[in-house]
């Protein structure tokens, strides 16, 4: 079983930064791509930034300059810093992670999320 487990949000005034953390634990073989998305208030859940295995990255274009992904590995875990935050940044956010398990004898590879974490940011 595959776990994420979120960390870093909280509340903080426009301009200010944040940096949120995503560790999986469990029986991983190895993590593909790995992102984080965000779901305000009345709105759907959106893309706010991917890192590919090779440290590839993409932006949602709100963001573009002001966030930040990264990951570490060796720690399995993805990072999101956010800095010029704005109050249309407001939002649960949520980590993803394609990982792969070892099920028997077969390689599965899975979409994870995390439980979420709640940012937020006053004018």
């Known amino acids: 079983q595959v776990q994420l487990v979120e960390s870093g949000g909280g509340l903080v005034q426009a301009g200010g930064s944040l940096r949120l953390s995503c560790a999986a634990s469990g029986s991983i073989l190895s993590i593909n791509g790995m992102g984080w998305y965000r779901q305000g208030p009345g709105k759907q859940r959106e893309l706010v930034a991917t890192?590919?295995?090779?440290?590839?990255?993409n932006y949602a274009d709100s963001v573009k300059g002001r966030f930040t992904i990264s990951r570490d590995n060796a720690k399995n875990t993805v990072y999101l810093q956010m800095n010029s935050l704005k109050p249309e940044d407001t939002a649960v956010y949520y980590c993803n992670m394609g990982v792969r398990t070892l099920e028997g004898v077969s390689r599965i590879l899975f979409q994870y999320w995390g439980q979420g974490t709640q940012v937020t940011v006053s004018s």
């Open positions: 890192i590919t295995s090779s440290g590839s990255t």
